[in-house]
């Protein structure tokens, strides 16, 4: 193809690729691909905006709890010493000293069968899953 040809009509989705004296074109990248690339890179994008919103809900979470230490160890006798014992021996509720709290699989109240965390009611019989305490929902 003339070089000057080339230049005119290199709008139309061809890739120049200089080739000693002459300009080669490559051919276009096929549509799908490109919207394959699209679609990845919002996705990325949703990702980074989720690890920076968890972060962020983490970084909260430490000083909402460190503020209550605060408070709890200054209007009690409570000292690090306890606070470290609480936190090991909550720790070691589901048999491992892991730096993690597993809470096991709750029993549905009416048919005995495993309830899953991401539903607010048994997905067998209807159950309204209940609380036994504040952090059974988290």
Same mark, same amino acid.
């Given at each position: 193809?003339?070089?000057?040809?080339?230049?005119?009509?290199?709008?139309?989705?061809?890739?120049?690729?200089?080739?000693?004296?002459?300009?080669?074109?490559?051919?276009?990248?096929?549509?799908?691909?490109?919207?394959?690339?699209?679609?990845?890179?919002?996705?990325?994008r949703?990702?980074?905006?989720f690890?920076?919103?968890?972060g962020?809900?983490?970084?909260?979470?430490?000083?909402?709890?460190?503020?209550?230490?605060?408070?709890?160890?200054?209007?009690?006798?409570?000292?690090?010493?306890?606070?470290l014992?609480?936190?090991?021996?909550?720790?070691?509720?589901?048999?491992?000293?892991?730096?993690?709290?597993?809470?096991?699989?709750?029993?549905c109240s009416? /048919?005995?069968?495993t309830?899953?965390?991401?539903?607010?009611?048994?997905?067998? /019989?209807?159950?309204?899953?209940?609380?036994?305490?504040?952090?059974d929902?988290?």
């Open positions: 193809m003339n070089p000057l040809w080339t230049l005119l009509f290199a709008g139309l989705g061809e890739r120049l690729i200089p080739h000693g004296d002459e300009i080669q074109t490559e051919p276009p990248i096929e549509p799908n691909a490109t919207d394959a690339i699209v679609e990845a890179r919002k996705a990325l949703t990702v980074q905006d690890e920076r919103h968890v962020e809900n983490v970084d909260k979470l430490a000083l909402i709890c460190r503020a209550m230490w605060e408070l709890l160890r200054e209007r009690t006798n409570l000292n690090e010493e306890d606070l014992k609480k936190v090991r021996e909550i720790d070691l509720l589901d048999g491992a000293l892991d730096g993690k709290v597993k809470n096991p699989p709750k029993k009416k /048919c005995s069968r309830m899953s965390k991401r539903h607010a009611r048994c997905i067998y /019989c209807g159950t309204e899953a209940l609380l036994d305490t504040a952090f929902s988290i």
